[in-house]
């Protein structure tokens, strides 16, 4: 008996989001390039004991895998295999993972050759893994006097350009199962465009310090641009550590009892210094800093003296966003240029960096017909050979033909057509010589005597509108309200920052947040935890990255209220990321 309907069959829905997932996977340029890497939780490992290796090719199908030998470990039970498809922000990515659980036989440096996978008829390999296998581990709770738990920073380099992104990492050490942290204190970077990293590695991994074994793992990890040359300072990163023990006065009871140890963690400011750039930048340059890539594209080649010539450039690279500006273009003589205009700019994550893709477009009129050529050009600075690299592009080459004279601005110029005001304005001939009218049967006759309907109606009207409003949804009438009542309640708070008085500013900071968002979600205050806010923000429509700068936001307050932590410069700062912030939410929640 077959009662299984066709496919799609009552699923549109369904089957409609399987096309999308379909057509993402195969659209070019959602995927991240192919790597097959090789990974381990420990490089440093005691005698008998084990350790895990994961071999992991991303972005792509692969067969035909081949492990290396493991001529100097004991492979533990078979291996293991998973897999996961990840879609962010309209890119996807893919991981296959070939995972080995192994045991040392001896004491010892040793190296685990490559392992390879063929993707597409070509062979990818692993790079070699070294393995330190040490003697092991020493009793007690805390060997060698050894710290349960310490913090220490990860960058990738302490001096860098100005410009260039420096990857910033905090990595924690526990000799004890931590089940949980909060930020107590997190640094500023006042001297720096910071941009928290959400794809970062957190894998745990296992370590030997000083004759004992720490289970180690970022928990936090910042992209950071120099915006000034010299000494900068980021400072101390303060967190709480939160494990569960057991209480040693139930500890021989039937029933022991557990309680909640508080453990501190403070990592130590840190200096990067950030070196001037060098002098005499080539044309084209406008302040990137790092590794990118540059295409352009000209629109028709085809064109007449009454069309716009459109050209877009395409920037792709790890420097400061905000350095990312368009280049002057030189167009030929006799085109009318207008500012370029950022037509797309999207930022995401890879290679663990923050990587910022903008479109430019520019639009330029001829004002006569021929042939003309021209370039485009983007300088930027590279860190890596410490010079200036210039992208050029292929020749470009328009036809101009002459068209009728009237030319078709760009809309979004602003610019009006002046050709209106030199049109001819012909005199009026057809006067007419007209006899005074009387009052009776005039405008003003009719209006008078229709004033009384008109007040009329229009009271009528007005009763019903106040019927209506006083009967109408309270809640959408708080949905409405929402915005107005904040920035209310943020003018009020101005007058605190202005008279210096810290705790009473972001005290009305914090109620116009939480009324804002009390009134937009209705969301009663006593369900205002994380979770749920978070839930009703995404199912509002609101995208991630506004629902993050909220719970920034947050907690700088909470840090201000709660741990004294109070500054002019800060107050001022906050104060216009929270309007901004309830004005870009209102540009999505409709």
Sequence with gaps: MNDRPAPCQGLPGLCLLAMLALSAMHAPGLCAQVSFEVYTDSRQVPLNDYFQVSFTLKNADGEDFRAPDFKNFTTVGPPGRSASTTILNGKMSKELAYNFTLQPKKKGRFTIGPASIVVNGKRYTTDPLTIEVVDGLKTGNNPNGAEEVYLRTQVTDTAVWVGQQVSLGYKLFSTIPIDRYNVVEEPGYEDFYAQDMRRFDSRQQREIINGAQYASRVIKQVALFPQRAGDLKVGQFNIQLITEETDPRSRNSFFPLTRTRLIPAVVAPLTIHAKSLPPDPPVGFTGAVGSFEASSAMGNNRITTDDALSVKLTITGNGDPKRLQPPDIAFPEGFEAYPPRTSDESTFEQDNQVVTQKTFEYLAVPEKPGTYTFNVHFSWFDPDSVKYVTYTSNDFQVTV????????????????????????????????????????????????????????????????????????????????????????????????????????????????????????????????????????????????????????????????????????????????????WIAAVEGEIF
């Design 401 to 580: 033909a002459q068209g009728s004279n009237r030319k078709k601005r760009p809309a979004d110029t602003g610019e009006t057509d002046e050709t209106a005001d030199q049109d001819i304005r012909y005199l009026k001939t057809d006067i007419r010589l007209t006899e005074p009218r009387l009052f009776t049967g005039s405008v003003a006759f009719w209006a008078l005597g229709s004033f009384p309907l008109v007040a009329f109606l229009g009271l009528f009207f007005f009763r019903q509108w106040r019927v209506r409003k006083s009967s109408a949804d309270p809640v959408q009438t708080n949905f409405r309200k929402a915005r107005k009542l904040a920035l209310q309640t943020l003018a009020s708070a101005d007058t605190y920052r202005q008279a210096g008085n810290g705790r009473a500013y972001y005290e009305a900071l914090e109620s116009a947040l939480n009324g804002y968002l009390e009134r937009k979600l209705n969301l009663p205050a006593a369900n205002f935890q994380s979770e749920v806010i978070r839930e009703k923000l995404t199912e509002k429509g609101v995208s991630e990255k506004l629902t993050d700068e909220f719970f920034s936001l947050r907690h700088r307050v909470e840090m201000a209220l709660y741990a004294g932590a109070i500054r002019q410069e800060d107050m001022e700062r906050d104060h216009q990321r929270a309007a901004e």
